[in-house]
């Protein structure tokens, strides 16, 4: 059983940053895909990143170029880095972790069994 916990959400600007993390227990990290969902209110969870077994990163068009997944497996902590944030990045913020090796993008709520309880980003304009 895994045990994720997310922390670093808050308040931001505009055009700031924020760094996510998502520290994993009961499990060796480095065995799973961790990914990172958002969800808004009133609309689905989706897909915003992900980092694989093999330290593949897959990002959500809206993200590329702006946000950045990394692993520290010393430290069994996956981050998102978040640069120039928009309004329309506000969200709950999920981590999530699955055991299985995908042999397609891994970015549906479905395909991870091991989720966090969220942390809320607020982006103000």
């Known amino acids: 059983q895994v045990q994720l916990v997310e922390s670093g959400g808050g308040l931001v600007q505009a055009g700031g940053s924020l760094r996510l993390s998502c520290a994993a227990s009961?499990?060796?990290?480095?065995?799973?895909?961790m990914g990172w969902f958002r969800q808004a209110p009133g609309k689905e969870r989706e897909f915003v990143a992900t980092i694989t077994q093999s330290d593949s990163t897959y990002y959500e068009e809206s993200v590329k170029g702006r946000f950045t997944v990394a692993r520290d497996n010393a430290k069994n902590t996956v981050y998102l880095q978040m640069n120039s944030l928009k309004p329309e990045d506000t969200a709950v913020y999920y981590c999530?972790?699955?055991?299985?090796?995908?042999?397609?993008?891994?970015?549906?709520?479905?395909?991870?069994?091991?989720w966090g309880q969220g942390t809320q980003v607020t982006v103000s304009s």
């Open positions: 999530a972790a699955d055991g299985r090796r995908w042999f397609r993008i891994p970015k549906y709520r479905n395909d991870y069994e091991y």
């Open positions: 009961g499990g060796t990290k480095s065995n799973y895909i």
